[in-house]
């Protein structure tokens, strides 16, 4: 098998090191990357050159992690995937002590882990195209940056200028990021970004990073440094927590890794990143959202399905159904519209008449997690009926169709992860007492599986429709 | 004393102590979560229901930033303690862990409150001692007026005044360190002391980091004086000046014979018997009396010995009838100008270490230290035990316990 590192010792002393990930067309931080970054490291401590330049001779330059390695490590539970965030955080400690001078050059796509290792590199140069992205997509698939991407860009840029990066997972392209100060300069062409980097690595033939240097200090200071900083990251927060539905999210998790990181040392921040990385990694919502985000969309590029119109009908109706069910014991429109909100709906496709003045007080209530949950488990009962009819037969379109086309809460994942994370004992149970509670004649609680080891038997099925046939593109 | 009842202390826990800095192992959890792990602990051992605690009060002495605010109601909502568990800060400097279980004493014996979760929590490393300010030690004009000194200097001055060398101090700090280590290795914080773990569920510290067993009174004679510059500073003509006699002022005190810096929490569960028997926890100790007082502010750190004498005379008990002490070691001088002073013997103060080898999370020690004494009467089979605790400004302040 091809090696990822390809290094060529130049006539004046500097390592070139190009990087092409042989499990694919796209760089990733794979199992195989750190091997190479290791063994590359430990010859460099034992014979230093002058300087290393990383660079890729492929369109991007690296997207970092691979998800499906990061979800089989998060399957065997935190400590693995903390272990892991520590060590890829141990190999780009190495590089910044190598007490040598470490360039990397980006003339494309770096994100994740890549940009991670951009800046852990003592200077970083950039083609100046304003096409081209940099930063940290984590929070958008429900993860954090795990290999100390938060703490340097903390450390570099001070915990305000970190938000958007890092919590909005904005991208920017390359001038943008040297003007925040992210990396060292631009180029307008390889030939001048080596250039750029020759000259930089002369003129800085033993460098450290400012977080090594004695008196360093996050700019700005942390959280409660400054009274105005923490007064408006209230506002921040309140906004992620509505938006959010009061749940937990990457989001919210990123935004208190900042401001903790801010106010602490460069090792203990290493150690709260991962920390974090590991509490997103083995989540509901990391599952869900990479599953969304990344798998079912690839899934679908590929297969072109779409969901029927007579599913699509069914899917709007059952919420229509459900809401009216609400309505119907009594409970008021403002209720059921907040309930709705929260479990992640726009409560417009629930067509809810407006509360009148007669609206009964004494009607018995529910909570407004138990409407949400009714409305979900409404809603995914139709994608179930047709599982089992063998009208579906893609897990991508049956969890993100309804997603993406009747309002189903994205950070659920869609209906069938939903259900998997609720636990289909649990889901059954509850539509059987629904169904048993509703009145004559609704039955759209009605269960289409007689048992849980049913319901997890066709669960298991649908995951494997789309697996089978795409193992080999994999590869 | 009729229709007073009696405070008892039915447990006791608290975390191991961390190193007070970057990398010191409770460096990386927030003050609030170890507040609230001990809360889920002490409900955990105790089976208490959380509605029947009519406050949680806890001393911190840098009660800002990530540690403002009533501490203890924080920890209790992150807990989902949403209807239960008030919380109170309290702030006696150095001794707020001491006075919050005084204070969950009167309010037992007041009769107005029946149970009431006492202790502390500082993280020394998180937010660093001095981050409130004070006028007494910062604002130009008050501190001039108040003629204000370093604690470290004054600890110096009474080491002088004594004639205390640095061989008394060393060796005492050189005993800390054994002790605690004795302790640890005989499994005297085993109860107590409750192992940190992240939120991914991994230990992070089980033990108190800053103990160094194999340390010597040569090992600790080779560090230089802790407060020489300080004092250079200008702060010792002040203290000449309050000891006209004295020649000079010898800076004997060393990062080795006073207080290591750290991290830490503390928890005792403080009740009336009527609550403590409808709850079914037993009681330990009864707390029989509390002293305080307001000693010179230049020496500043001799008032545990009249807060002790208050104490005792409150509880009708004079100083032979006391089987253990804990005299917080703020600096090694402290203890042994106690011991001078009311002529108790060595071998019945802080036998299982001090604030030197183990250090001295400001406003949880006196907690701390209250728990360590719980553990060693019932492991003694001793009777009553006395905390005392010396405190910034000239303030002292003891609390006189009985085993059960």
Redesign the interface.
Known sequence: MQSYFTETLNDDGLLTVALADPSGPVNRTTDRFKAELSALLDRLEAAPVRGVIFLSDRPTFGVGGDVDQIAALAATG??GI?ADSQRIKALFRRIERLGLPVVSLIEGLAVGGHFELALASHACFARDDDAIRLGFPECAVGLIPGAGGLVRCVHRLGLEASIPLIVEARLIPPARAAELGLITGLGPDRAALLAAARDWIAAHPAPHQPWDRKGHRVPGG???DRRDRYLSLQAKTAGLIATGGGRPCAERTALSGIC?VA???F??GE??ES?LF??QAISAEAEARIGLRLKDRSVLKRSGQALDQDLLQRLRQSLRDEAAALRARGLSAARIGKAARQAGYDPEVLDLAPDTATARPDAATLDLAEIGDRLLTAQSLPVLRDLVAGRLHSAALANSGPVNAAGFPAWTGGPLRWITARGPAAVLAQCRQWAAEASPGADHFTPPFATAAALQAALDRARDFDTEPETEQRG | MTGQPDAFICDSIRTPRGKGRAGGGLATVKPVRLVADLLAELQRRSGLAPETVDDIVLGCVSPTGEQGGPIGRTAALLNGWQMAGPGLQVNRFCASGLEAITLAAQKIRSGWEHLVIAGGVESMSRVPMFSDGGAWQFDPEISGACEYLPQGISADLIASLGGMDRAMLDGFAARSHRQAAAAWDNGHFDRSVVPVRDDLGQSLLARDETIRPDTTPETLAALPPAFADLGADGHDVTALRHAPDLATLRHDHTAGNSSAIVDGAALLLVASAAMAARQGLRPRARILASGLCASDPVIMLTGPVEAARRALRTAGLGFDDIDLFEVNEAFAAVPLHFMAATDVPLDRINIDGGAIAMGHPLGATGAMLTGTLIDALERTGGRRGLVAMCIGAGMGTALVIERI
Request: aromatic share 12%.
């Open positions: 935190p400590a903390f942390g959280l409660f903790e106010a602490c040392g090792a203990d150690v709260i920390r590991a509490r």
